[in-house]
T-cell receptor, first 113, second 115 residues
Framework: DGGITQSPKYLFRKEGQNVTLSCEQN?????MYWYRQDPGQGLRLIYYSQIVNDFQKGDIAEGYSVSREKKESFPLTVTSAQKNPTAFYLC????????????FGNGTRLTVT | QQQVKQSPQSLIVQKGGIPIINCAYENTAFDYFPWYQQFPGKGPALLIAIRPDVSEKKEGRFTISFNKSAKQFSLHIMDSQPGDSATYFCAASSFIIQGAQKLVFGQGTRLTINP
């Protein structure tokens, strides 16, 4: 089955540690995205990538970093510089056609204490 | 100007009722308005979408109404069922960069359909 796999589902880290969230897709999509979901705030775009080896900052990129070395993979690193890292993180992908739907993974819930 | 405002934040409806979720936007460059449905512990999934050149779109029990002059759009769910209980997000986008789209999401509405 084609889809997006995010792992792990739950992640716990101590404050001050960097943590990397995995996102893999087998939909052959060119574009990939990372969103952060907080209660009452909807989904906010962290980073997106249209093509391998290229990515752009979204609306809340501070404290995060990404890489896109392979078409299938778009890992997100939450660094110690992110002031409020505890959240639900969603990865998505879409084809290159304008207004093609975003396909989301089932998310990773990160808790930093 | 990039915001999409969604209301209500939560909504409880009896089975068979017609829940209505409203969204408003400011940026007139937005030209695509999708709705996403999210069940607990899952990622959102596209439910239905509309472009501003039409005033209404129906897909099964779900209808989007679009008012371009008021810069508002809404989701109606006909004959609602307990299985429709989920969080619904409206969104808006405009052409930014080839190969990717920058969706702006509303705050979400948690819908509960009571049996």
């Amino acid at each position: 089955d084609g889809g997006i796999t995010q792992s792990p589902k739950y992640l716990f880290r101590k404050e001050g540690q960097n943590v990397t969230l995995s996102c893999e897709q087998n939909l052959n999509h060119d574009a990939m995205y990372w969103y952060r979901q907080d209660p009452g705030q909807g989904l906010r775009l962290i980073y997106y990538s249209q093509i391998v080896n290229d990515f752009q900052k979204g609306d809340i990129a501070e404290g995060y970093s990404v890489s896109r070395e392979k078409k299938e993979s778009f890992p997100l690193t939450v660094t110690s510089a992110q002031k409020n890292p505890t959240a639900f993180y969603l990865c998505a992908s879409s084809s290159a056609y304008y207004n093609s739907p975003l396909h989301f993974g089932n998310g990773t819930r990160l808790t930093v204490t | 100007q990039q915001q999409v405002k969604q209301s209500p934040q939560s909504l409880i409806v009896q089975k068979g009722g017609i829940p209505i979720i409203n969204c408003a936007y400011e940026n007139t460059a937005f030209d695509y308005f999708p709705w996403y449905q999210q069940f607990p512990g899952k990622g959102p999934a596209l439910l239905i979408a509309i472009r501003p050149d039409v005033s209404e779109k129906k897909e099964g029990r779900f209808t989007i109404s679009f008012n371009k002059s008021a810069k508002q759009f809404s989701l109606h769910i006909m004959d609602s069922q307990p299985g429709d209980s989920a969080t619904y997000f409206c969104a808006a986008s405009s052409f930014i960069i080839q190969g990717a789209q920058k969706l702006v999401f509303g705050q979400g509405t948690r819908l509960t359909i009571n049996p």
